[in-house]
């Protein structure tokens, strides 16, 4: 199973994708799961994705929940909306999904999002709300990491 962090690190929370999975790498503990720090990877994400058996995404999300939720998507959640792009940053990932999904190379994906404070300032850090509940929200990552890799392939 392959774990990747998206997001753009010099914009405070946007990176919290990176954020969680560089910690859940340094941490280990995690049985079978491969890191990888996707960064503003776009479309090149594709390739990170595709020929996969398991994914599992962690980005920032824009939901309607207090900073630090982390929210847990299937593709189907995401994929056809024609409200608000789930990611905040270029890559469309429903986009991205829907191609895979032609293509018939859509893994075993669940999308686990993080609820951000600050997405506009320019820094390495992350916001005080989610500095403040970064273990909480590694923890949780963690837990739904594990719950997906123990569950059965469709």
């Known amino acids: 199973m392959r774990v990747i962090g998206v997001g753009n690190i010099l914009l405070c929370d ?7 999975v560089r ?9 079978g ?9 776009g479309a090149t994400l594709l390739n990170l994705i595709e020929g996969e058996e398991r994914i599992v995404l962690v980005d920032a999300v824009d939901a309607p929940f207090p900073p630090g939720t982390v929210v847990r998507l299937l593709p189907d959640e995401l994929a056809g909306s024609f409200g608000p792009a789930w990611s905040l940053h270029d890559l469309n990932l429903a986009d991205a999904l829907g191609m895979m999904r032609l293509r018939e190379t859509l893994p075993d994906l669940v999308i686990l999002g993080v ?8 820094s390495l850090e992350l916001s005080e709300p989610l500095a403040a509940r970064f273990g909480e929200i590694v923890e949780k990552v963690r837990s739904e990491i594990a719950a997906f890799a123990a569950s059965p392939l469709p």
């Open 14 to 20: 946007e990176g919290i994708g990176v954020h969680v």
């Open 23 to 31: 910690e859940l790498s340094r941490r280990g503990g995690v049985p």
């Open 33 to 41: 799961a491969e890191f990888v720090d996707g960064g503003v990877a």
């Open 115 to 122: 609820v951000p404070a600050d997405i506009e300032t320019y």
